[in-house]
């Protein structure tokens, strides 16, 4: 029976419960066993010393005359009583303790099983209510195992959380026993367990790194409008200040890159882009397609449209590659965006039919020194299928495209 108070007390040590609640599950895991043995256990005292392991069961009887007894548990007989002290009287109360050997075996193991279940609810429990404050928060845990669909994460006292796949920045490697960084999305209970749900792709998380970065969003003088993220690949962050003495956006990117620097490192290089928020729908459009330069913007607010007109040479800006930019901008404003390109522009460079005319096909036309749409156009297509060693199919549809850029 000691080795079971000392080993609460060893679980009391690593998962910090608290003394009350201690005593509280010991006292009631006994009060269980003597009802079932007694009937009752209101005639008893379960002293519980937890600093030492102590735990001491006194029972409390009624002194009756001999042969009137009616109920051993709560009455005791004048001559009985006397054997423990001689002085005692019929109506007095006798307190004798109550031995853990005179349980037997078995019960003992079932007291031992009983308190092994309450102390993991117990357990359970707390790491929920614990984990259930932290959401939304950032931790830093070991990487304790790496599976196919997710990682198993330990906190610093070795609770394991979960990181799911598509938790993940696609560009995330991590090995046995690394340090990761990661945000608390959710805590669910499964099978009476929680399970605690990391993120490193969520927006939030981006956040949490600028609040520890940016001392400026962490006192309240900048605020994050809005961030939103293709994680691994790029991120825009639209902010505001509340003091126009402040520059958020140099705020958050410090000199020389020195704060954002880290934030793309932990983020495998996903790049960042910092814009300055307003309610003017035209001008934030304008800062999201960035370093873009618009040359000019018709919108249909009604159904949340923009069209986006720009030189040549700015078009493969906005779109960005594999058209992240222009993705980014539709989820950051709320509008879907059409680039056009600017149909007062003389001539249009090659390079920028590339979404519709096909790299190599460009590349033939450039090694001719036709690098831009007139210059092919200036040409009969039997002279360019003479000159590329293209076939007159696709020289007939590449005019043709060119020739609707100035229709």
């Known amino acids: ?6 080993n609460f007390a060893e679980f009391k040590e690593l998962k910090n419960i608290d003394k009350s609640t201690m005593i509280g599950v010991l006292e009631d895991v006994f009060r269980h066993h003597l009802q079932k043995t007694y009937e009752t256990d209101e005639n008893f005292d ?3 010393n937890p600093e030492k392991g102590d735990l001491e069961i006194w029972r409390n009887r009624i002194i009756v005359e001999d042969g009137a007894v009616e109920n051993e548990n709560q009455q005791i007989s004048l001559s009985e009583a006397r054997l423990l002290d001689p002085t005692y009287e019929v109506g007095e109360e006798v307190s004798d303790q109550i031995e853990m050997s005179s349980f037997g075996r078995r019960a003992v193991l079932s007291l031992r099983q009983n308190l092994a279940s309450r102390i993991l609810d117990l357990e359970k429990a ?13 931790i830093t845990g070991e990487v304790y195992q790496v599976w196919k669909k997710e990682i198993l994460v330990l906190d610093d006292d070795d609770n394991e959380l979960v990181l799911p796949k598509s938790e993940q920045i696609p560009s995330d490697f991590f090995r046995k026993g690394d340090a990761i960084k990661a945000i608390v999305t959710k805590v669910e209970m499964r099978n009476n367990t929680p399970v605690i749900i990391l993120s490193r792709t969520a927006p939030e ?8 970065e940016v001392p400026e969003i962490f006192d309240g003088l900048i605020t994050i409008k809005k961030i939103v993220r293709i994680p691994g690949e790029r991120a825009k962050v639209a902010v505001e200040s509340y003091d126009d003495r402040v520059d958020p956006v140099g705020a958050c990117v410090g000199v020389k890159g020195s704060r954002i620097y880290s934030i793309v490192k932990e983020l495998r290089n996903e790049n960042i882009d910092v814009v300055n928020w307003t309610a003017n729908t035209s001008l934030l459009i304008q800062r999201a397609l960035n370093p873009a330069k618009i040359t000019s913007i018709s919108l249909d607010e009604a159904k949340k449209t923009a069209s986006v007109y720009l030189k040549p040479s700015e078009v493969s800006l906005a779109i960005g590659k594999g058209g992240l930019n222009i993705r980014l901008a539709t989820m950051l404003t709320g509008y879907d965006i059409d680039v056009f390109r600017d149909a007062d522009e003389e001539d249009v460079d090659l390079d920028e039919f590339n979404d519709e005319i096909e790299q190599w096909i460009i590349d033939a036309f450039k090694r001719i020194g036709c690098d831009t749409a007139k210059s092919v156009l200036e040409l009969s297509n039997e002279e360019l299928a003479k000159r590329t060693d293209l076939e007159e199919e696709t020289i007939e549809e590449v005019v043709k495209i060119l020739r609707a850029e100035f229709e």
């Open 1 to 6: 029976m000691e080795n079971l108070i000392s």
């Open 205 to 212: 998380f981006l956040q949490r790194l600028f609040e520890q």
């Open 46 to 48: 379960v002293i519980i």
């Open 126 to 138: 707390n790491l929920f209510e614990k984990y259930s404050e932290k959401v939304g928060d950032i």
